[in-house]
């Protein structure tokens, strides 16, 4: 049994941050990653992390803004993100699945409530 609980979503003017958590809970999987939902879109692939190693991915329109990590002390995922900018705006959410590292939704097992980001011009 597992479950993830975000937090950290809110409002924030446009070059602003804010970082983003995944708490986990009833057990660890190889890869977490965070995915954003904006009304009327599909769910996208943000950024993605293995647990064991540290390697993270990120999609092309947030790499060198957003950072993934993760603290195994804390059973926590994070998601630090700079510069944001409107088209940002979606509620995020956090998950996990037991295989690698990939983009697509459909193969991810377990999701979190979502947070709600939203980002003014």
């Known amino acids: 049994q597992v479950q993830l609980v975000e937090s950290g979503g809110g409002l924030v003017q446009a070059g602003g941050s804010l970082r983003l958590s995944c708490a986990a809970s009833?057990?660890?999987?190889?890869?977490y990653a965070w995915f954003r939902q904006a009304p009327g879109k599909e769910r996208e692939f943000v950024s993605g992390?293995?647990?064991?190693?540290?390697?993270?991915y990120d999609t092309d329109s947030v790499k060198g803004r957003f950072a993934i990590s993760r603290d195994s002390a804390k059973n926590t995922v994070y998601l630090q993100m700079n510069s944001l900018k409107p088209e940002d705006t979606a509620v995020y959410y956090c998950a996990a699945r037991i295989g690698g590292l990939l983009m697509s939704k459909y193969v991810y097992d377990y999701w979190g409530q979502g947070t709600q980001v939203t980002v003014s011009s």
């Open positions: 992390i293995t647990w064991n190693t540290g390697r993270t």
């Open positions: 009833g057990r660890t999987f190889s890869t």
